[in-house]
Structure formats: C-alpha cells, structure tokens
C-alpha cells in the first residue's frame, strides 16, 4: 500500500513534476501533430480545447498539493483524468487510425513511477478497458467516426485491440518493475549513504574551512550554536568580514596559517611545520559572556604540498573549565578546612582563659569607671571572636548528614520566620516565598540546609539595605531540583563574583566572610552546587541545586 507521506518525501517520482510536465507533454504531442497533420480530414478545434483542459486540470490538481491535500487521491485523480484526455485525443484525430493511443503508454508508465506496481496494472487495465470500448463503440457505429475512415472488419478490431492491450500490459510489468527496482536501490543507496557533510553537521564540535581566496566555504551546525552566528552570515564571505570583533581570535589564528599577500594571490608554498597542526585555548565573547575555546588549526594542503585552504576545529571549554574550577575550589577548600580546624582550636583555648580572667576581673570592679568600659569592651570582643572560631569550626567541620525527607515549602516557612525577626530585616524588604505547597519534597540534613537558606536570604537583605523585594521559588533540571533566591539588591561586582563563596572574604563591614563559605560547604556535602548570576545594581540571583532524593 502507497502511503501519501512516501509520496510528498519522494521516495517515488515527484508528483510535482508530472504536474508541470502532463500539459508541456500534451502541448508538445499535439503540437506537432497539428503542425504535420494540417492536411487531415478531421477537425483541429477539439485538439486545442484539450490542451486547454489539460492545463486548467494540472492548474487545479497543483493548487491541491499546495493546500495540503492528500497526495495519492490526487495523483490517482489527475490519471482518470488523462485516461479521459487520452480518449477524447483519439476520437477527435482518426479514431481507430489516430496515432495517439500511444498516450496510454505513457499514461501507465507515469502510474507504474508514481504509484508503483499496483498503480501501473491498475490504469494498464482501465486503459485496455476504454481503448477496447472505444474499437467497439467505433466497429458498433455508436460513437460517429471521420466520414473518411474505412470500415473495418471484426477480425481487424480485435487484432488491434488484442496487441494494444497485451503491450498495456507489458508496459505495466516492465515500469512497475523498473519502479519497484529504482525505489529498493534508492532505499538502501538512503540507508548507506554518509557524506562526509552529514558527519561534519552531525559533530559536537564547530568546523570552519577557509578557501585559498580566504573565504569561509563551510560553517557547521556546531559552529553556528557555539558563536551564535548564523552560517548564511558566515558562509560564503571572506574571513575577515565575516567574523565581527568579538570572536576576533579565530581571525587572527587563520591569519597565523597564511598571510595576506598568499591570500591576496591564492597561491601558497611549502608551509612551516609548526603552522600544520596547532591546539589553541583562545577566549571569545558571545553575547556579551566571554567563552573558552579548545581549537585545532589545519592547514589543508593539496597533492603537491600546496597549501589550499584552512581547517579550525574548535569544542566549547566552558563546561570543563567550570568543572576544573569547582575541582580546585574544593581541593582548597578541603585543604583550609583542615588547616583551620587545627588553628581554631588552638586559638579556642588561650581566648576561653582570657574570657574567664576578664570576667572575673568584671565582678570585682565596681562602679563605672574607664576600666569598667575596658572590660565591657574586651568581654563582648571575646564572645564576638568566640562566635568567629564556632562559625569557623564550622566550616571546618565536614559534619555528617542526618538526612531526612523535608519538603521545600515548610523548610522555607522556618527559615523566613527567622530572617524576619534578624535585626538586619526591615519593614520595606517584601519577601515573596513562591515554593508551592504541593508535597514537592528531597532528602537533605533539615538544619544544615536550612542554615544554608538563612544565610543566603540574609545575604539578600543585607544587600538591599532596608528596601526592596526577596522572591524564593523552586525550579528542576533533571534529576535535580533548584531552589532560588533573587533580590533587588545592589548586586555584585564583577571582581568578587568568584570569591564570594571564600572563607573571610566580605565586603560587607560588619560581617566576617563565613556565611556564604558555610552554605557552598554544606551543599557540596550533599552532592549539589550553588549557582550566581548577579548584575551591578539591579541584584543577585542564587541557584541552590540539590539532588532529587527519596529516603
């Protein structure tokens, strides 16, 4: 059975092009013959409102595959069609003499390509179904003949009809074969082909190839999304206006391959070895985001050593350099917690005694003299150093997790309690908590976690100094689940984005540079990561991604 999406891929002869070819055919055919058979004693005026007819019937059939309609109902329609036009060509130029019943024959070989072997047996048997109805209408004297033609007796009717009829069928066997053979060879010629452009549009890494005229003749699918640059911009034109300013680096690599003058001639020499292979790391901007590329240059030389063309090969290193830059914070990180652990606790003794001395000397001064102040002074520096070195400790400290399913919406109600009652809250900071209520739930150590959260919605209010708005909702990405905080804070510089998440490293005056360091530690201790994205001035977006967990 023919299927109409088989038609419209191709996979048989293009329906399209017999359209446009039935009427030139007609056109041509009886062209000719009007031209050589002007003498005959037959009337002309019927050949040409069948020309006529042929094109406005191709016209209509044409504008149904342009609206969509079915491929097969049409094809099938536009052959009765031609059975009918066939018909009448041959009453109206001879009858039984008119040279056209040759038209069946083309009639069945178009069926036989288009709609394949059963299409092609079925108009061969329509087509010997008419033609013979036609002899007999003509040997019965119920169709009028030309005045002019002889009779013929019934032998030489259905001699006539008999050859016709068997060749019909013939015709049918042999095109529906040949079509039967051209689709098998096309299907397997589809199955093994494998370009060489196939595999290049189909590579996780761009390709670029540059001519000896130094224009770019090949852009792939990869390149395109890597630069986001189309490659109808791309391909084509030469090199140098191609690229725009912010991928300048590969321009400059190509001009490394040949110069200017060997572009401006076409013609190159026996290049220096050190030039035919290179591994690069450049960094690009795409849009507005700066991208570090792994490229390897080529030069593309031909049968005489003559050097042709150019060949970059180039991966997107963002993905594992950001990798590599996680690898070696946390191989930091692992290395202070264990330095730190052993400071703090050295420093934890000394400032317990120096503690316990200066509360024993504050109950035996009396009255509210300058050594009184002193001893406020040193008592509450002490409880604030003590609080440094827990905090500290607590880095340090890789605790074991006591994981629990909590789900996200009654974890956050506890956390924003506690932000809203911290003396850096203010009445014109408006807190949106947008986590649902509907179950959405992981397995995470509770109070670690939500120390996390405190500390990054603390770090928002901080941030937006008295005013302004903190929207916390959930978002998932696989097997992970993201909780996110934005504020419209006054945002973080560019220089400091990186090392935010560094112990002691604050730019606020008040705070000591653990919070952040905690909560990156914490999350990483249960296999997930924070995210940044923050603007000058308009604030700061954290992504907490935690790993989807049930028990």
């Known amino acids: 059975m023919i299927r109409d999406e088989e038609i419209r891929k191709g996979e048989f002869s293009r329906p399209m092009v017999g359209i446009v070819s039935r009427p030139i055919i007609v056109t041509i055919i009886l062209g000719t013959a009007l031209l050589f058979l002007h003498e005959a004693q037959f009337s002309f005026l019927p050949l040409y409102l069948l020309i006529v007819t042929s094109y406005l019937t191709s016209l209509l059939i044409f504008l149904g595959f342009r609206v969509g309609l079915p491929a097969v109902p049409l094809i099938t329609l536009q052959h009765l069609f031609d059975i009918f036009l066939a018909s009448a060509i041959i009453h109206f130029s001879g009858g039984i003499l008119s040279p056209f019943s040759l038209l069946y024959f083309l009639l069945i070989i178009s069926a036989s390509m288009q709609l394949h072997f059963r299409g092609g047996f079925t108009f061969a048997t329509l087509s010997a179904l008419t033609y013979s109805a036609l002899l007999f209408s003509y040997y019965k004297k119920i169709l009028p003949q030309n005045p002019f033609t002889p009779n013929f007796s019934a032998e030489e009717v259905f001699l006539r009809g008999d050859l016709h009829v068997i060749c019909f069928f013939l015709v049918a066997m042999m095109s529906g074969s040949l079509a039967r053979g051209f689709k098998k060879r096309g299907e397997e010629l589809e199955e093994m082909r494998l370009t060489t452009e196939d595999i290049l549009e189909n590579m996780g890494a761009g390709v670029i190839t540059v001519d000896g005229r130094g224009r770019v003749v090949y852009f792939n699918r990869a390149a395109s999304e890597i630069l986001s640059c189309s490659a109808k911009e791309i391909q084509g034109h030469p090199f140098q206006e191609a690229f725009h300013s912010s991928i300048r680096p590969l321009t400059d690599l190509i001009v490394e ?107 035996e001064l009396n009255g509210e003299g300058e050594s009184q102040k002193l001893m406020h002074l040193i008592l509450r520096e002490t409880d604030r150093l003590n609080n440094i070195i827990e905090d500290f400790l607590q880095f340090a400290r890789a605790r074991p997790l006591h994981l629990e399913l909590t789900p996200f919406h009654d974890l956050m109600n506890e956390v924003l309690e506690m932000v809203k009652n911290h003396p850096e809250y203010s009445h014109g900071i408006e807190i949106q908590n947008r986590i649902s209520n509907d179950g959405l739930s992981t397995s995470m150590d509770k109070d670690q976690m939500k120390q996390v959260f405190l500390n990054i919605c603390l770090n928002g209010v901080k941030a937006m100094e008295g005013k302004g708005k903190l929207s916390i909702y959930t978002c998932q990405k696989g097997e992970r689940v993201g909780v996110v905080f934005e504020d419209t804070g006054k945002g973080i510089l560019p220089r400091d ?30 296999g997930g990561e924070i995210q940044v994205d923050s603007e000058t001035g308009r604030g700061s977006r954290f992504i907490v991604w935690i790993p989807m967990r049930i028990g």
């Open 257 to 363: 391959g040949f110069s200017e003058e060997d572009i401006r001639k076409g013609e190159f020499g026996i290049p220096d070895s050190t030039l035919r292979n290179q591994n690069r790391e450049i960094e690009v901007e795409v849009r507005g985001k700066k991208k570090p590329l792994g490229v390897t240059t080529t030069l593309l030389l031909n049968r005489k050593g003559k050097k042709t063309g150019f060949l970059l090969l180039f991966t997107d290193l963002t993905e594992m350099k950001e990798t590599e830059r996680r690898l070696r914070h946390s191989e930091r990180m692992a290395a202070i917690g264990e330095l730190s652990a052993g400071i703090a606790h050295e420093i934890r003794n000394p400032l317990a005694s120096i503690q316990g001395s200066a509360e024993i000397l504050h109950a």
């Open 497 to 526: 984005r990186d090392k935010i998440f560094q112990p002691f490293y604050t730019t606020s005056e008040k705070g000591h540079g653990l919070g952040l360091a905690i909560a990156h530690r914490i999350v990483e201790g249960h």
